[in-house]
T-cell receptor, first 115, second 112 residues
């Protein structure tokens, strides 16, 4: 079955530690996105990538970094510079070419907490 | 800057009754999306509305788009408990990028 896999489901971060959240998709989608969701809030865009080896900052990129070395993978690193990382992180992907009116498809999310 | 507003943010619904929730946005771009999220879960796509006057229906939910009023509505017919969830609308920004801006979501709770 095609889909988006995020791992781990739960992650704990210590002070001063960088952690990396994995996002893999086998949908052959062109674009991938990282969102942060806080309680009672909508989704806020962290980074997105529309093509391999290229990515753009979203609305809240500070304290985060990404890479897009392969079409299937878009890992997100939460650095120690992100002072309030506790949140639910959602990865999404979308087909940009061909059937372009398709929505973004979402993974099951990673819940990150501070130890 | 594109702004997307949803209201109300919380709605308690009685089973069997009809309700409408709203999504307002600040630009005249096309393409509006509705998503559903169950507590602690991911987002599930419900509707993609492509242009002015678009109407889509799935079961008890019907979504419509009025680009002149910059408004989308989600109408719920004869609410049932299974519809309890948070509903997000999202708008595609103008230009070549594929960014979406999400509203804060409307949490619906259906009571007997």
């Amino acid at each position: 079955d095609g889909g988006i896999t995020q791992s781990p489901k739960y992650l704990f971060r210590k002070e001063g530690q960088n952690v990396t959240l994995s996002c893999e998709q086998n949908l052959n989608h062109d674009a991938m996105y990282w969102y942060r969701q806080d309680p009672g809030q909508g989704l806020r865009l962290i980074y997105y990538s529309q093509i391999v080896n290229d990515f753009q900052k979203g609305d809240i990129a500070e304290g985060y970094s990404v890479s897009r070395e392969k079409k299937e993978s878009f890992p997100l690193t939460v650095t120690s510079a992100q002072k309030n990382p506790t949140a639910f992180y959602l990865c999404a992907s979308k087909l940009l070419y061909g059937r372009r009116n398709q929505p973004q498809h979402f993974g099951d999310g990673t819940r990150l907490s501070i130890l | 800057e594109l702004k997307v507003e949803q209201n109300p943010l919380f709605l308690s619904m009685q089973e069997g009754k009809n309700y409408t929730i709203y999504c307002n946005y600040s630009t005249t771009s096309d393409r509006l999306y509705w998503y559903r999220q169950d507590p602690g879960k991911s987002l599930e796509s419900l509707f993609v509305l492509l242009s002015n006057g678009a109407v889509k229906q799935e079961g008890r939910l019907m979504a419509s788009l009025d680009t002149k009023a910059r408004l989308s509505t989600l109408h719920i017919t004869a609410a049932v408990h299974d519809l309890s969830a948070t509903y997000f609308c999202a708008k595609r920004e103008t230009g070549a990028n594929s960014k979406l801006t999400f509203g804060k979501g409307i949490t619906l709770s259906v009571r007997p």
